[in-house]
């Protein structure tokens, strides 16, 4: 006669079963998620790509590692593959070379190497394809932002003149003492090149803004440019104010321009991520 099958018998086949299952429907899990993790792996744009698109990807695809397709249809590269010395990087910079330099945030470093000028170099067609590709097309983005008594013209793409309207309300909350350096401002908008080049100021685009300039340095108000002497005497309250905010400051440039602040979260992004 058969033994009869004892309870212990059936909790300890219920056990195997149970477990059986569940690590078959977790292979099954780890099946339907493997190959894209695979992939996300392979594919994964490299930094300078990933805080493009986090800042700006609603104007652009990526089309392929090296190419942004415009939603007009236009492409740009990223990458125009060549060598570039410092002058070179200034006058002839595709996108990439715009993060050659990583901005120095919040470091309070003063810049000795004289090709260091982070932010300085801009790729022209990038931020015309943005804020406007001629003077009307900015200002057709432009709205007005207070600033103290004044009320600056500011292109509202990107999120621009919402970012400058909290800087100022942070800014308001400093100590009198160096309110004085802010207020009045020297200026936002201004569809201008850069003194001494051709090459177009971002103050063209109304997302620049030079602050008090009775505190200002700058290097090409030197005596003698060919050795440039660093000067600055804006507080770095205020700078942190600004980059909280996604400006950078020209004063960390080597060709230093200490009133000047630009609107360039990817930079600011760039450098946390770094
Ligand atoms: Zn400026």
């Keep these: ?100 330099y990583t901005y120095p945030k919040g470091s309070k470093m003063i810049p000795t190497d004289s090709c260091f000028d982070p932010g300085r170099i801009r790729n022209e067609p990038f931020f015309q394809k943005m804020y406007g590709e001629t003077k009307e097309a900015v200002k057709a983005n432009l709205v ?46 201004n569809y201008r090149t850069i003194k001494g080049t051709t090459r177009l100021s971002c103050h063209s685009y109304g997302i620049a803004i030079d602050i008090n300039v009775k505190h200002a340095h700058y290097w090409r108000w030197a005596k003698n440019k060919d050795i440039i002497k660093y000067k600055n005497a804006i507080p770095y309250a205020i700078v942190e104010v600004f980059e909280q905010y996604g400006f950078i400051w020209g004063g960390y440039w080597y060709h230093y321009d200490t009133m000047h602040f630009e609107f360039r979260p990817e930079l600011i992004k760039y450098a946390a991520y770094e």
């Design 144 to 189: 007005e932002v207070a600033w103290g008594e004044e009320r600056l013209m500011v292109n509202k793409v990107n999120g621009c003149s919402d970012s400058l309207t909290k800087v100022v309300q942070q800014l308001h909350h400093l100590p009198d003492s160096l309110k004085q350096f802010v207020f009045p401002s020297a200026g936002c908008f």
């Design 1 to 100: 006669m058969a033994k009869p099958i004892s309870a212990k018998t059936i909790v300890f086949a219920i056990i195997i079963i149970v477990c059986f299952t569940s690590c078959q429907q977790r292979q099954g899990e780890q099946a339907l998620q493997a190959p894209e993790q695979a992939e996300a792996q392979a594919v994964a744009p490299p930094l300078f790509l990933q805080v493009l698109e986090e800042c700006y990807g609603q104007h652009f695809s990526v089309l392929d590692t090296n190419t942004l397709r415009w939603h007009d249809g236009d492409s740009l590269l990223l990458d125009d593959g060549k060598q570039k010395n410092c002058q070179e990087l200034i006058h002839h910079a595709d996108i990439q070379d715009q993060f050659h």
